[in-house]
C-alpha cells in the first residue's frame, strides 16, 4: 500500500492541532475515556481474535492481552492525561536585545509522531491521548498479532473526534506489512520522530532502516547488583517483584549479581522465586550453591547466551562478581541501559553505584519495577526512552515537545 496520502494528511492534521481550544482538547480526551469504557465488551471481543492465534505461553501474550480491568487502566491513563498542563507554549527564556528585538524560547509540538510496536494494542490510545494534548498527530504501525485490537481502537478514537468536527486524521493506523513499516521510516518530508516500542531486534531494526529521527524504546536488560553489605530480606523482597511482577515488560528483571561474600545467602534470596516456577540460569558458583536446594527442575547451568538477554518470561540468570567494580563491568557489558539497581546498606556503595551505572534509571533498595511514567508522577507515557538525546526514561508529555526560537521585532536590521 502506497502510505504517502497518509503522511500527507497527517501533516495537515498537525498543523490543525497547533491551534485547537485547550478545553476543547481536555473534553474530547475525557469524552474517549467514556467511549472506551462503554465499548470494552467490544474491545475484548476484538481483542479475543488476536489472542486466539498467539501461543498463551508466548511471552507476548500478556502484553496482547486487554482485560476488563486493564481497559479501565488505560480509560484511567486518558483522563490524567486530561488533567495535565499542555507542554506547547511555554516560554523556556526570553530576553531582549540592546535593538529592541524580543528573542524567546518556546516550545512547539514535533509535528508528526510516527510509533512502530508490537503486540501492546494499550499502546494505541496511551500514544495518542499523548500526541493529541502535546499537540501532535500521530501514524501508527502496529502487529499484525494485534490488528483486530488496534483497528476497534482506532475506530473508536476517529468516532470521537468526528462528534467533535475534529480532523480524524490526528490519528492513523498503517496496515502491518513490513513494505509500510519501511516507508514510515522513510517519510522524510512528513513524519518528523519514530518511536520503536518493542524488541531489541524491533528497535535495531528501525535504527538501521530509518531516514527520520528515532528515539530508542522499549528493550530493557535488567540487573539488580545485591552487595556485600545488601540486606537479606530487602533483597528478597526486591528481587521477586522485580522478576514476578510482570514478567513480559521492559523494566523485569533478568540478571541477579550477587558479591562471592554473600553466596551462602543466595538461596534466600531466589527462595521464593520458585514458588513462581522462575527458571534460573546460573553460572558455576551460584550453581554449586543452589544445586540440591534449589528446584532441580527449575535450575540451569549458565552459557553465555544467558547474560545479556531480556527474557520476558519466568526466566533469569545469576552471576557471582568477585568485587563491586567486577559488577558494574558486568553491567556494562550487558546492560540496555534501561533500570539497574543495587541492594546494600553501605551509603558509599549506594552512592557509587547510582553515579557510575549508565541508564535512564538507576535504583538502590528498591525494585526495577518502578520504571513506569504514572509512578514518575508524569502520567501516561509513550515509552521508555533508553538513549541520550533528547529524552531519556519514561517519556511523557513534555518529552513530546521541542522548542523554537521566536524573535520580535520593528523594523531592525543587522549592520553589514
Given at each position: 500500500?502506497d502510505c504517502?496520502?497518509?503522511?500527507?494528511?497527517?501533516?495537515?492534521?498537525?498543523?490543525?492541532?497547533i491551534?485547537?481550544?485547550?478545553?476543547?482538547?481536555?473534553?474530547?480526551?475525557?469524552?474517549?475515556?467514556?467511549?472506551?469504557?462503554?465499548?470494552s465488551?467490544?474491545?475484548?471481543s476484538?481483542?479475543?481474535?488476536?489472542?486466539?492465534?498467539?501461543?498463551?505461553?508466548?511471552?507476548?501474550?500478556?502484553?496482547?492481552?486487554?482485560s476488563?480491568?486493564?481497559?479501565?487502566?488505560?480509560?484511567?491513563?486518558?483522563?490524567?492525561?486530561?488533567g495535565?498542563?499542555?507542554?506547547?507554549?511555554?516560554?523556556?527564556?526570553?530576553?531582549?536585545?540592546?535593538?529592541?528585538?524580543?528573542?524567546?524560547?518556546?516550545?512547539?509540538?514535533?509535528?508528526?509522531?510516527?510509533?512502530?510496536?508490537?503486540?501492546?494494542?494499550?499502546v494505541?490510545?496511551?500514544?495518542?491521548?499523548?500526541?493529541?494534548?502535546?499537540?501532535?498527530?500521530c501514524?501508527?504501525?502496529?502487529?499484525?498479532?494485534?490488528?483486530?485490537?488496534?483497528?476497534?481502537?482506532?475506530?473508536?478514537?476517529?468516532?470521537?473526534?468526528?462528534?467533535?468536527?475534529?480532523?480524524?486524521?490526528?490519528?492513523?493506523?498503517?496496515?502491518?506489512g513490513?513494505?509500510?513499516?519501511?516507508?514510515?521510516?522513510?517519510?522524510?518530508?512528513?513524519?518528523?520522530?519514530?518511536?520503536?516500542?518493542?524488541?531489541?531486534?524491533?528497535?535495531?531494526?528501525v535504527r538501521?532502516?530509518?531516514?527520520?529521527?528515532?528515539?530508542?524504546?522499549?528493550?530493557?536488560?535488567?540487573?539488580?547488583?545485591f552487595?556485600?553489605?545488601?540486606?537479606?530480606?530487602?533483597?528478597?523482597?526486591?528481587?521477586?517483584?522485580?522478576?514476578?511482577?510482570r514478567?513480559?515488560?521492559?523494566?523485569?528483571?533478568?540478571?541477579?549479581?550477587?558479591?562471592?561474600?554473600?553466596?551462602?545467602?543466595?538461596?534466600?534470596?531466589?527462595?521464593?522465586?520458585?514458588?513462581?516456577?522462575v527458571?534460573?540460569?546460573?553460572?558455576s558458583?551460584?550453581?554449586?550453591?543452589?544445586?540440591?536446594?534449589?528446584?532441580?527442575?527449575?535450575?540451569?547451568?549458565?552459557?553465555?547466551?544467558?547474560?545479556?538477554?531480556?527474557?520476558?518470561s519466568?526466566?533469569?540468570?545469576?552471576?557471582t562478581?568477585?568485587?563491586?567494580?567486577?559488577?558494574?563491568d558486568?553491567?556494562?557489558?550487558?546492560?540496555?541501559?534501561?533500570?539497574?539497581?543495587?541492594?546494600?546498606?553501605?551509603?558509599?556503595?549506594?552512592?557509587?553505584?547510582?553515579?557510575?551505572?549508565?541508564?535512564a534509571?538507576?535504583?538502590?533498595?528498591?525494585?526495577?519495577?518502578?520504571?513506569?511514567?504514572?509512578?514518575?508522577?508524569?502520567?501516561?507515557?509513550?515509552?521508555?526512552?533508553?538513549?541520550?538525546?533528547?529524552?531519556?526514561?519514561?517519556?511523557?508529555?513534555e518529552?513530546?515537545?521541542?522548542?523554537?526560537?521566536?524573535?520580535?521585532?520593528?523594523?531592525?536590521?543587522?549592520?553589514?
Amino acid at each position: 500500500m502506497d502510505c504517502r496520502q497518509i503522511f500527507i494528511n497527517a501533516q495537515k492534521a498537525g498543523r490543525e492541532l497547533i491551534n485547537l481550544d485547550a478545553g476543547l482538547v481536555n473534553r474530547v480526551l475525557i469524552a474517549l475515556a467514556g467511549e472506551i469504557e462503554i465499548n470494552s465488551g467490544l474491545i475484548i471481543s476484538e481483542n479475543e481474535k488476536d489472542l486466539a492465534l498467539m501461543d498463551k505461553t508466548d511471552p507476548r501474550w500478556d502484553r496482547l492481552l486487554l482485560s476488563e480491568i486493564r481497559i479501565k487502566n488505560i480509560a484511567s491513563d486518558i483522563r490524567n492525561v486530561a488533567g495535565m498542563t499542555s507542554p506547547s507554549g511555554k516560554v523556556i527564556s526570553e530576553y531582549k536585545k540592546a535593538n529592541g528585538l524580543l528573542i524567546s524560547r518556546v516550545t512547539v509540538p514535533f509535528g508528526v509522531i510516527g510509533v512502530i510496536y508490537e503486540a501492546r494494542p494499550n499502546v494505541t490510545p496511551d500514544v495518542f491521548s499523548l500526541c493529541f494534548k502535546s499537540g501532535n498527530a500521530c501514524v501508527l504501525k502496529g502487529g499484525s498479532d494485534a490488528i483486530n485490537s488496534n483497528l476497534v481502537i482506532v475506530k473508536i478514537i476517529r468516532e470521537v473526534l468526528k462528534k467533535y468536527h475534529l480532523n480524524q486524521d490526528f490519528i492513523s493506523l498503517l496496515p502491518p506489512g513490513r513494505e509500510e513499516s519501511i516507508q514510515l521510516l522513510n517519510a522524510r518530508k512528513y513524519v518528523d520522530l519514530v518511536i520503536p516500542r518493542g524488541s531489541q531486534e524491533l528497535i535495531d531494526y528501525v535504527r538501521t532502516n530509518a531516514t527520520i529521527p528515532v528515539i530508542e524504546t522499549g528493550a530493557g536488560i535488567c540487573h539488580i547488583y545485591f552487595d556485600e553489605f545488601g540486606d537479606p530480606e530487602k533483597g528478597r523482597q526486591v528481587i521477586l517483584n522485580a522478576k514476578t511482577r510482570r514478567v513480559s515488560i521492559c523494566n523485569a528483571l533478568d540478571c541477579l549479581i550477587i558479591h562471592e561474600s554473600r553466596t551462602e545467602d543466595l538461596y534466600y534470596l531466589v527462595e521464593l522465586c520458585a514458588g513462581h516456577e522462575v527458571i534460573i540460569y546460573a553460572d558455576s558458583q551460584a550453581y554449586g550453591v543452589l544445586d540440591g536446594k534449589y528446584p532441580e527442575r527449575l535450575l540451569r547451568k549458565a552459557t553465555a547466551e544467558s547474560f545479556g538477554t531480556e527474557f520476558l518470561s519466568y526466566k533469569m540468570a545469576i552471576k557471582t562478581a568477585a568485587s563491586f567494580q567486577e559488577a558494574l563491568d558486568h553491567i556494562a557489558e550487558y546492560s540496555s541501559k534501561h533500570s539497574e539497581s543495587i541492594i546494600s546498606e553501605d551509603s558509599s556503595r549506594l552512592e557509587a553505584f547510582l553515579a557510575t551505572v549508565d541508564a535512564a534509571a538507576v535504583y538502590s533498595n528498591a525494585s526495577t519495577a518502578f520504571t513506569d511514567g504514572a509512578e514518575f508522577g508524569l502520567g501516561a507515557e509513550i515509552g521508555i526512552s533508553t538513549q541520550k538525546l533528547h529524552a531519556r526514561g519514561p517519556m511523557a508529555l513534555e518529552a513530546l515537545n521541542t522548542y523554537k526560537w521566536i524573535i520580535r521585532g520593528d523594523g531592525q536590521i543587522r549592520p553589514s
